[in-house]
């Protein structure tokens, strides 16, 4: 079980925060991966030392201090950021069951969202 929280419009130049929520019930966590438009950008394995690893994309500054688990920070977005994101959860053995979900995220610039406000 599980869900995904990405907030569905952020403003360039702020900060966003997306939120991978499981239950994993008896089985034991293996992974967690993220993705932009199918691009993995961010794993974290609790086993591997560090856990966390991050692979460039255009557009994702990665807050790697404060990510972990199933938060992945952004900082510093901008219209390159959008896109779909999806978060995968992996559990370990016995049963290797994996499970994702998907979200579209959206950047707008700092004038549309005055517009959009008034």
């Known amino acids: 079980m599980m869900a995904l929280e990405v907030p569905q419009l952020v403003i360039s130049g702020e900060e966003t925060t997306l939120t991978c929520i499981f239950d994993l ?8 991966k993220w993705y932009r438009d199918d691009l ?32 992945v920070y952004i ?3 901008d219209v390159s950021t959008a896109g779909t994101y999806k978060c995968e959860i992996s559990a370990d053995a016995p049963s290797f069951q994996t ?4 979200k579209m995220l959206t950047v707008t610039g700092k004038h549309s969202a005055m517009i959009l406000l008034v």
Not at 99 to 102: C, L, N, P
């Open 25 to 32: 019930e008896e089985d034991t966590l293996y992974s967690i």
């Open 40 to 71: 993995e950008f961010f794993r974290y394995v609790p086993s591997d030392k560090p856990p966390n690893q991050f692979f460039p994309l255009k557009g994702l500054d990665i807050d790697l201090g404060r990510s972990s688990n199933g938060t």
């Open 75 to 77: 900082q510093d977005v």
């Open 99 to 102: 499970v994702s979900a998907e």
